[in-house]
């Protein structure tokens, strides 16, 4: 149950495009279509942004998308906003267990 | 409309044990898998555990509280639980309560377990 790899900061300006990456192994992102992404504000909880690698729940953005090529996943957020500043976590489903990774503080500039 | 609430947090002394409640509303608790999930101060996510729903509801652990913590329901109060024994200080976190598909779609606002003496 090791955790995802994720960078620990990312950062960017308003209306520029920035890609958060999340590196597991073949035992969980890269056996499975099953990674989420949540963003988290100070002192709230997490929210969920992507889920299956590349699907939105309703009410996200389409500023917000995922891919995945074997096994590290990505979030790509476009037209950064200053709202987009939070922390990001990616999650995988491993069967009877999940996983998240470390998470990164996206700072807009 | 889903909500979750969790309760029960508080500090407790290393060796200690705390029961958490999660109260669900909106939706069937049983009939969905649900999880814990922390978050230590400052840290990042950790899935603490599972079960899942059908007669039964296998439970599955972190191994960082396998034989110390034990997750169940009372699907007659829509309502998960999570018994924490023989605490320590690495157990410190807010902890939350998910619906749990092959991601957590919703999330209560936490509870927060302070292990210290």
């Known amino acids: 149950q090791s955790a995802l790899t994720q960078p620990a900061s990312v950062s960017g300006s308003p209306g520029q495009s920035i890609t958060i990456s999340c590196t597991g192994t073949?035992?969980?992102?890269?056996?499975?279509?099953?990674v989420s992404w949540y963003q988290q504000h100070p002192g709230k909880a997490p929210k969920l942004m992507i889920y299956d690698v590349t699907n939105r729940p309703s009410g996200v953005s389409n500023r917000f998308s995922g891919s995945k090529s074997g096994n590290t996943a990505s979030l790509t957020i476009s037209g950064l906003q200053a709202e987009d500043e939070a922390d990001y976590y990616c999650?995988?489903?491993?069967?009877?267990?999940?996983?998240f990774g470390g998470g990164t503080k996206l700072t807009v500039l | 409309e889903v909500q979750l609430a969790e309760s029960g947090g508080g500090l407790v002394q290393p060796g200690g044990s705390l029961r958490l409640s999660c109260a669900a509303s909106?939706?069937?608790?049983?009939?969905?898998?649900m999880s814990w999930v922390r978050q230590a101060p400052g840290k990042g996510l950790e899935w603490v555990s599972v079960?899942?729903?059908?007669?039964?509801?296998?439970?599955y652990y972190a191994d960082s509280v396998k034989g110390r913590f034990t997750i169940s329901r009372d699907n007659s109060k829509n309502t998960l639980f999570l018994q924490m024994n023989s605490l320590r200080a690495e157990d410190t976190a807010v902890y939350y309560c998910a619906r749990n598909f092959r991601y957590f779609d919703y999330w209560g606002q936490g509870t927060l377990v302070t292990v210290s003496s």
């Open positions: 909106g939706f069937t608790s049983s009939s969905y898998a």
């Open positions: 079960i899942f729903s059908g007669s039964g509801g296998s439970t």
């Open positions: 073949s035992s969980d992102v890269g056996s499975y279509n099953y």
């Open positions: 999650s995988s489903y491993i069967s009877s267990s999940r996983v």
